[in-house]
């Protein structure tokens, strides 16, 4: 899904104030916890990551964006080869949920 500007100033900020975490291993250890309220993977990922992820967020309930084009994610967190974030503070994850969900609903496309 390709989302506005707001949502990347959003998570953005959450960079900022060290609620997220990165990378593949660190987002399962925070799901399986119960730390990781959202998650968001590029989508350049691969096949594999994107499966795995899936599972895991429909065992564990825990909602998953898609990020399109790929590698921006990674850029827009300053981190250039991360394929995948997830969110701990459930403030940012509930206010990046709304974004993507008007988004999807009919939101014009800002890159």
């Given at each position: 899904?390709?989302?506005?500007?707001?949502?990347?100033?959003i998570l953005g900020?959450?960079?900022?104030?060290r609620n997220v975490?990165?990378?593949?291993?660190?987002?399962?250890?925070?799901?399986?916890?119960?730390?990781?309220?959202?998650?968001?993977?590029?989508?350049?990922?691969?096949?594999?990551?994107?499966?795995?992820?899936?599972?895991?967020?429909?065992?564990?309930?825990?909602?998953?964006?898609?990020?399109?084009?790929?590698?921006?994610?990674?850029?827009?967190?300053?981190?250039?080869?991360?394929?995948?974030?997830?969110?701990?503070?459930?403030?940012?994850?509930?206010?990046?949920?709304?974004?993507?969900?008007?988004?999807?609903?009919?939101?014009a496309a800002l890159?």
């Amino acid at each position: 899904m390709i989302l506005r500007n707001d949502f990347f100033g959003i998570l953005g900020f959450a960079v900022r104030s060290r609620n997220v975490v990165f990378g593949a291993l660190a987002c399962e250890k925070g799901v399986k916890s119960g730390k990781v309220k959202l998650l968001l993977i590029d989508a350049d990922a691969s096949k594999r990551t994107k499966k795995d992820t899936e599972n895991m967020c429909g065992y564990y309930s825990v909602k998953l964006i898609e990020i399109d084009p790929g590698g921006v994610l990674g850029k827009r967190c300053g981190e250039e080869s991360v394929k995948l974030v997830g969110v701990t503070d459930g403030g940012f994850a509930k206010r990046l949920l709304q974004i993507a969900q008007q988004q999807e609903s009919g939101g014009a496309a800002l890159e």
